[in-house]
């Protein structure tokens, strides 16, 4: 991911704190978390799979498409989730990204880190 992201770039959960969310500043931040929701979110999961539902479609210097990820794992319900994402480009690497979640699935996502850990 490193050779995509300028030295100052800034990604951005919105309206999602901590632990799966956050602002994130500098490509030793971004990529520090990174790892940290792979090992402690993703690769929990035996799968994840993800989808586009809509775009992606440029907009001046940003990229922006809506999709989705399911997640699964043996003796648990699917987690799956819509989301947002832009991506800013600048001089050919990305300055700013940002995940946007609707209320509802901040709040599905959240329900289940409670309830399965």
Sequence with gaps: ???????DAVYE???M?????????????????????????????????IGLIEGPQERGDTVWLRGWAAYTAPGLPE???????????????IVRLEDRYAPAEIER???YVREHG
């Design 17 to 49: 704190g901590p632990p799966l969310g956050g602002r994130f500043e500098g490509l030793d931040a971004i990529l520090a978390y990174f790892r940290r929701i792979l090992d402690g979110f993703d690769r929990r999961f035996a799968t994840r799979t």
């Design 79 to 93: 987690l799956r989730f819509e989301l947002e994402e832009t991506a800013t480009f600048a001089g050919g690497h």
């Design 109 to 111: 996502i959240d329900a």
């Design 13 to 15: 959960i919105v309206g």
């Design 1 to 7: 991911m490193k050779p995509f992201f300028a030295a």
